[in-house]
């Protein structure tokens, strides 16, 4: 089975492009993983650490080859509403997820946090469609939560 132990931003080099592998967000939170590509080749992650890879980065094979990384559509909650700011602020002290658009933000689908932005007078929707989040602070790449 092929290994990949490094993950490449760009295709420079022109190299062969294997196939696609489309992954959640949850799922691109990775270091050590077997993994099936969109047409069924399997193949293992092996990195040094645990990162957060994006859409259009690509898994470098041993053997050169290239895998190109897919953000998957995934069940979210689209918010809108006159206080974003202050949904915003609510879920960010929830040190959850959020993705922040002109007039919109989505987060994953959470019974929990949607009651919350109801009670806040936020107007919800569920949606289908790719999160990408913004990254953690200082540039750490993800938000994550963490006891006080």
């Given amino acids: 089975m092929n290994t990949a132990f ?24 990775i270091r050590r ?13 092996n990195l040094e650490e645990t990162i957060s890879v994006d859409e259009n980065q690509f898994f470098e094979l041993e053997n050169g080859n290239l895998i190109k990384i897919i953000s998957k559509e995934e ?6 509403g006159d206080n974003l700011k ?21 987060i994953q ?12 007078h936020g107007n919800i929707k569920k949606i289908f469609e790719k999160f990408k989040p913004e990254g953690g602070a200082y540039g750490m790449g993800r938000t994550h939560s963490h006891k006080h």
């Fill in 75 to 80: 069940n979210l909650i689209e918010i809108k």
């Fill in 109 to 120: 689908d959470d019974a929990i946090i949607l009651n919350m932005v109801l009670k806040l």
């Fill in 33 to 45: 993983k077997k993994l099936k590509t969109n047409n069924g080749t399997e193949f293992l992650v």
């Fill in 86 to 106: 202050q949904i915003i602020w609510h879920i960010g002290n929830r040190h959850l997820p959020c993705q922040i658009e002109e007039n919109r933000i989505l």
């Fill in 6 to 29: 490094k993950i490449v931003n760009e295709n420079k080099d022109n190299k062969e492009l294997l196939d696609e592998i489309s992954l959640s967000y949850e799922e691109r939170f």
